[in-house]
């Protein structure tokens, strides 16, 4: 129940931003929509993922924000004083994230179906062979895990070069930007260290063309890479944590 409570706190905070760029992403959309047509079907395959580049974005700035707002309006002396770990907090910041991800997503994913569906026959003259030939099933479940990640990553980032530099008393925008960066040099190598370490796991394979026999058309994933990536977010989130209840002790 606390961190459910915590949750819909969170949530409540990120939720006008949230709806603001819900509603940005359906007109997008809804503008699509209703200038999609033969002569302009190139153009807006061009543009119509759009959105789905602006909302790791928009995470980059939530996970920045979430801490930075509550010394700004100094509920972060309420955090103080409830008797919540710094691994509650975190975590009930992150799912009020990824729940308005989620949203965001399935907006986009309607919007896209719905103007591609209007312009079925012109999107399949102008797409190659190859691709209509996809199995779009792997393609899009590999890639929505590959998404999901990158947006973890982002906001966790984030939020922990929004916290390191509560540690600071001036310069603390360049403080933020130095870990951010260092941050990912470092999670470049540790990837490297983990991906070996971790080599023995099976690989994943799937095949993204309909023929098996198609080995140009086979996806296969190190198992060593996707226990690296799973271990990176959960190291990154242990780190955050960690970092703030530190930051509420002193």
């Known amino acids: ?49 759009l959105p789905f580049f602006i909302y790791p974005l928009f ?56 103007v591609i569906s209007r312009n079925f026959t012109a999107v399949n003259q102008i797409l190659p062979p190859e691709i209509t030939a996809l199995n779009w099933e792997a393609v899009l479940g590999w890639g929505l895990v590959i998404y999901f990640w990158l947006c973890g990553f982002v906001y966790f980032t984030a939020q922990l070069s929004s916290l390191t530099s509560r540690f ?8 933020t930007l130095l870990v951010f960066y260092l941050v990912n040099y470092l999670t470049i190598r540790l990837a490297g260290y983990l991906g070996l370490l971790f080599d023995w796991l099976p690989n994943v394979r799937h095949y993204v063309i309909g023929q098996a026999e198609e080995a140009a058309g086979l996806i296969e994933v190190n198992g060593g890479g996707l226990a690296a990536a799973v271990l990176i977010l959960l190291i990154l989130f242990i780190i955050s944590s960690l970092l703030l209840e530190r930051t509420l002790e002193v």
């Open 168 to 175: 600071f008393n001036k310069f603390r925008w360049l403080v």
């Open 59 to 114: 995470l980059l700035f939530q996970g920045y924000r979430t801490f930075s707002r509550e010394w700004r309006e100094r509920t972060i002396f309420l955090l103080k004083s409830l008797p919540r770990s710094g691994y509650e907090i975190i975590l009930a910041k992150f799912l009020a994230a990824a729940v308005v991800l989620i949203v965001l997503m399935a907006t986009s994913s309607t919007g896209i179906y719905f």
């Open 1 to 49: 129940m606390a961190l459910l409570s915590l949750w819909k706190k969170e949530l409540r905070e990120i939720s006008f931003s949230g709806l603001t760029l819900l509603l940005l992403s359906a007109a997008f959309y809804i503008f699509l929509y209703y200038q999609a047509r033969p002569g302009t079907i190139q153009i807006i395959l061009g543009v119509i993922y």
